[in-house]
């Protein structure tokens, strides 16, 4: 499965983003999903995770209340809606898909900047 995440951008501290990730080449339905970020001069880190037929979702703590992560599998697209944005939410975003319930990430895309800055 190939992966492309879009959205990111430059916002106000308390503002909001939504990132989308297209999937193609596989059936993006059998595929749990993922959304990590990675922060200059960080490791990259979990965000949230969603099952293949959004059954399950996961967050980190960091991020439990604010962000939301959702699929449509008809349209083979992952969404992060992320609010009440912080600065230390600014990270290159990236989605990621495994076939394995709880699995580690198995594919990749290109990440999108999120810039939180007032």
């Known amino acids: 499965v190939q992966l492309q995440a879009s959205g990111g951008g430059t916002v106000q501290p308390g503002g909001s983003l939504r990132l989308s990730c297209a999937a193609s080449g596989s059936t993006f339905s059998a595929y749990h999903m993922g959304w990590y970020r990675q922060a200059p001069g960080k490791e990259r880190e979990f965000v949230a995770r969603?099952?293949?037929?959004?059954?399950?979702?996961w967050y980190a703590d960091s991020v439990k209340g604010r962000f939301t992560i959702s699929r449509d599998n008809a349209k083979n697209t992952l969404y992060l809606q992320m609010n009440s944005l912080k600065p230390e939410d600014t990270a290159v975003y990236f989605c990621?898909?495994?076939?394995?319930?709880?699995?580690?990430?198995?594919?990749w895309g290109k990440g999108t900047q999120v810039t939180v800055s007032s």
């Open positions: 990621a898909a495994t076939r394995y319930y709880l699995g580690n990430m198995d594919y």
């Open positions: 969603i099952t293949a037929s959004s059954s399950g979702t």
